[in-house]
C-alpha cells in the first residue's frame, strides 16, 4: 500500500475560512516550545541544563523555527520567505516571553538576539524543505526537539580557568597637564547619566556609574566604585606612578552585585565574564596629556566566536565613552587645583 502524500495529509490551500488569531497560531506554538525548552535549561552556570550551554544557545532557537513552520504547513502550504520571517519574528516572541517570565534578562536578551534570529531562520527554512521534500515531517519535528533535551543532560559548559585574557586599548587626547588629569583618575564624583550614557552597555541595561573615589590606604590605592541598583566594588592599585600611570585590579565583594542588578550570564568576575585590570596611561605633550586606557577581561562560553567580538565592541565602546568623559572634566574651564 502507497503511504500518503504529504498533500494529502497537509492541503497545500485552505478550503474554509482561516480561524481567528490563525495567522498568530503558528507563532505562538513556536516561542512556547522555546519557552518550555528554556523551563528545562535552569541549571547552575557550568553545569548540566545551563542557559548558556551550546545545545541551549544554538537548538533552542532552531527548534522554535521547526515548530513554527510544522504547525504553519499544517494549514497550507507557505513561501520560502514565510519559512524564515515567521521563525525570527516566533524567536522575537520566545525572547519577549522569556523575559516577562523572569528567565532572561534584558541585556541577554538584547546581545543573543541577532543569533537567535539566525539559528531561527535556519531552523524553519530546513523545516520547510522537509515539508515539501518528505511525507513525515512530524518525526523530524519531534526528533529535533529533542535533540537539546538529551544533550543537556550530558554536556557543560567549560570552566573559564584557562581561558585566555582578552584586552581592548582605545587613547584620547587631552588639553590639560597631565596633573590636571591624573586628579580626575583619581576623583570622578557625582557622575550624572549624560556623561556617560552614550555607552552602548548602558543603553542596553547595564546600571550607569555614581563615582569613583580614591584612598591611600595601607595597601596602597584603593578606589570605591559605586553604579545603579547598588553594584559597589574596589580598585585596587598594584602598579601606579602620580601622574604618569595606575593598573587598577578589581575586587568583588559577596554583595558587590545585588540580585537582580546583573543577568546572571554576564555577572562581573562570573563563570562566563570578567574583568580583570584596567590600566590608564599618561603622557605629557606640552600642555596636553594622551591619555591611554588598556581593559582586560575574560570571556568564556561555548559560542566565543560570537560572545567576543560582541565583548570586544561593547568594551571598546565603553572605554571610548570614559576616556572622553575624563577628557571632559580635565577640559571643563577654570579646572584647577592641587594634584
Request: aromatic share 12%; net charge negative; with cysteine.
Amino acid at each position: 500500500m502507497n503511504s500518503p502524500k504529504y498533500d494529502e495529509i497537509f492541503p497545500p490551500s485552505p478550503t474554509a475560512r482561516s480561524m481567528p488569531y490563525s495567522f498568530w497560531w503558528p507563532l505562538v506554538c513556536g516561542a512556547l516550545a522555546g519557552l518550555l525548552i528554556r523551563l528545562v535549561y535552569m541549571g547552575d552556570p557550568g553545569g548540566r541544563y545551563s542557559a548558556m550551554m551550546a545545545s541551549f544557545i544554538y537548538l533552542s532557537p532552531f527548534v522554535v523555527g521547526m515548530v513554527t513552520v510544522y504547525v504553519a504547513e499544517r494549514s497550507h502550504r507557505r513561501s520560502w520567505g514565510y519559512y524564515a520571517w515567521a521563525s525570527v519574528f516566533a524567536n522575537v516572541m520566545y525572547v519577549l516571553g522569556s523575559l516577562v517570565t523572569l528567565f532572561e534578562g534584558i541585556i541577554c536578551a538584547i546581545v543573543i538576539f541577532p543569533l537567535f534570529s539566525l539559528f531561527g531562520a535556519l531552523g524553519g527554512l530546513l523545516m520547510g524543505l522537509v515539508c515539501r521534500l518528505t511525507n513525515w515531517p512530524r518525526g523530524t519535528v519531534y526528533s529535533v526537539a529533542a535533540l537539546p533535551l538529551v544533550l543537556g543532560a550530558f554536556v557543560g559548559t567549560p570552566a573559564p580557568n584557562n581561558d585566555p585574557l582578552l584586552s581592548v586599548q582605545r587613547e584620547v587626547l587631552v588639553q590639560a597637564p597631565a596633573e590636571q588629569v591624573w586628579r580626575h583618575l583619581m576623583d570622578a564624583d557625582a557622575i550624572a547619566p549624560a556623561e556617560v550614557e552614550d555607552a552602548w552597555m548602558y543603553r542596553i541595561g547595564v546600571p550607569m556609574p555614581l563615582a569613583g573615589v580614591t584612598e591611600e590606604t595601607p595597601e596602597g590605592l584603593v578606589r570605591d566604585v559605586r553604579m545603579g541598583k547598588g553594584i559597589h566594588f574596589t580598585q585596587v592599585a598594584r602598579d601606579w606612578e602620580p601622574g604618569r600611570r595606575v593598573q587598577w585590579q578589581y575586587r568583588f565583594a559577596p554583595d558587590s552585585v545585588p540580585p537582580g542588578a546583573l543577568d546572571d550570564h554576564v555577572r562581573i568576575g562570573g563563570h562566563y565574564f570578567d574583568l580583570v585590570g584596567t590600566t590608564y596611561t599618561l603622557t605629557p605633550r606640552g600642555g596636553q596629556t594622551l591619555l591611554e586606557i588598556d581593559m582586560q577581561y575574560r570571556v568564556s562560553t561555548s559560542f566565543d566566536w560570537y560572545a567576543q567580538p560582541i565583548a570586544r565592541w561593547l568594551i571598546g565602546d565603553f572605554s571610548e565613552v570614559i576616556l572622553d568623559f575624563y577628557r571632559q572634566r580635565s577640559e571643563q574651564a577654570g579646572d584647577a587645583g592641587p594634584a
